[in-house]
């Protein structure tokens, strides 16, 4: 769901990368990691790391395509707040 006026594109695209990052963070947790092995997969995304998703799975002991499917969305929503700034 797009908005119309600049600065409700802001606030969505914000809400959202905040919801994909609690969503990689929440699944992290739930498998016994600490917040930093969560944060660490959250900053491979935003930085554009093309580290392997199923290494990073197997590694820390995650579901792959639960983390896939939660990185994908940090993914797109990290490129949606790009947009929104003139990233």
Not at 3 to 17: H, I, P, S
Request: hydrophobic share 45%.
């Amino acid at each position: 769901m797009k908005m119309t006026n600049g600065k409700g594109q802001v606030e969505y695209a914000k809400e959202r990368l905040v919801k994909a990052v609690n969503q990689v963070l929440g699944i992290v947790r739930r498998n016994g990691r600490s917040r930093k092995v969560g944060l660490a997969l959250v900053l491979m995304v935003l930085v554009g790391g093309r580290a392997s998703v199923r290494n990073a799975a197997e590694t820390f002991g995650l579901d792959y395509a639960n983390l896939l499917e939660a990185l994908g969305e940090l993914d797109d929503a990290w490129r949606d707040w790009r947009s929104c700034l003139g990233w």
